[in-house]
């Protein structure tokens, strides 16, 4: 199939760089809070890479949680396949495509666990049957049949009938700790607006690059 002809010309809003914050989580801040007010469908949701020890790239849509100064915090199962990726090698990439703005932000880092107290206050908050869903998959695993996984499901919530659902020891969250963090604006003529800011020690040095 020739997609040669699918090709859309970008708007002229350009990205100036005395209009970026000094702070790239702040500016990510602006950027998230804008798509979120236009409405985007699940703006929160990311391509995040990991790559395995033979050195082969995997990406995967997860869904940011939260963010802060301190980084971006994704959850999952701890015996996944991207867990085990980041056990070999703790850093990844993080892509929002925000295609409707012409935008896309990537994000750079080192990957660290967060405490079991921060994972079980975000647990809490989630809905029972998410909560369950944490208990019954082992994700990644290969599986015979989807009937064993309603199986599973129904066996988990018979378990947890009465009172609340406690945290799995294999479930948490990850936070991804920016050294890199670049925003694409997208342009006429495919002269699209690149703002990098690359971390230096306490600072962030921010440049342009060419498209």
Same mark, same amino acid.
């Given at each position: 199939?020739?997609?040669?002809?699918?090709?859309?010309?970008?708007?002229?809003?350009?990205?100036?760089?005395?209009?970026?914050?000094?702070?790239p989580?702040?500016?990510?801040?602006t950027w998230?809070?804008?798509?979120?007010?236009l409405?985007?469908h699940?703006?929160?949701?990311?391509t995040?890479?990991?790559v395995?020890?033979?050195?082969?790239?995997?990406q995967?849509?997860?869904?940011?949680?939260?963010?802060?100064?301190?980084?971006?915090?994704?959850f999952?199962?701890?015996q996944?396949?991207?867990?085990?990726?980041?056990?070999?090698?703790?850093?990844?990439?993080?892509?929002f495509?925000?295609?409707?703005?012409?935008?896309? =932000? !990537?994000?750079?880092?080192?990957v660290?666990?967060?405490?079991? @107290? &921060?994972?079980l206050r975000? *647990? $809490?908050?989630?809905p029972?049957?998410?909560?369950?869903?944490?208990w019954?998959?082992?994700?990644?695993? =290969? !599986?015979?049949?989807?009937?064993?996984?309603?199986?599973?499901? @129904? &066996?988990?919530?018979?378990? *947890? $009938?009465?009172?609340?659902?406690?945290?799995?020891?294999?479930?948490?969250?990850?936070?991804?700790?920016?050294?890199?963090?670049?925003?694409?604006?997208?342009?006429?003529?495919?002269?699209?607006?690149?703002?990098?800011?690359?971390?230096?020690?306490a600072?962030?040095?921010?440049?342009?690059?060419?498209?």
């Open positions: 199939m020739d997609l040669a002809d699918f090709r859309k010309e970008y708007s002229d809003r350009g990205l100036k760089r005395e209009d970026m914050d000094a702070d989580v702040v500016q990510f801040s998230f809070s804008q798509a979120t007010e409405g985007l699940e703006p929160n949701a990311m995040l890479a990991t395995d020890a033979s050195g082969m790239p995997y995967r849509t997860v869904l940011l949680k939260y963010f802060d100064t301190e980084g971006f915090v994704f999952t199962n701890y996944s396949r991207k867990a085990k990726q980041l056990e070999q090698n703790p850093r990844a990439s993080l892509l495509p925000w295609i409707t703005l012409e935008r896309q =932000v !990537i994000i750079q880092g080192t660290e666990k967060i405490s079991t @107290a &921060e994972s975000y *647990f $809490a908050s989630r029972r049957e998410s909560q369950i869903g944490a019954v998959s082992n994700q990644s695993e =290969v !599986i015979t049949s989807r009937k064993l996984l309603m199986q599973k499901l @129904a &066996e988990i919530k018979e378990k *947890f $009938a009465a009172g609340e659902i406690p945290l799995p020891s294999f479930w948490g969250g990850y936070r991804v700790v920016p050294q890199m963090i670049e925003f694409w604006q997208g342009g006429p003529a495919r002269l699209h607006d690149r703002i990098l800011y690359r971390r230096e020690d600072t962030w040095n921010i440049e342009r690059l060419s498209p």
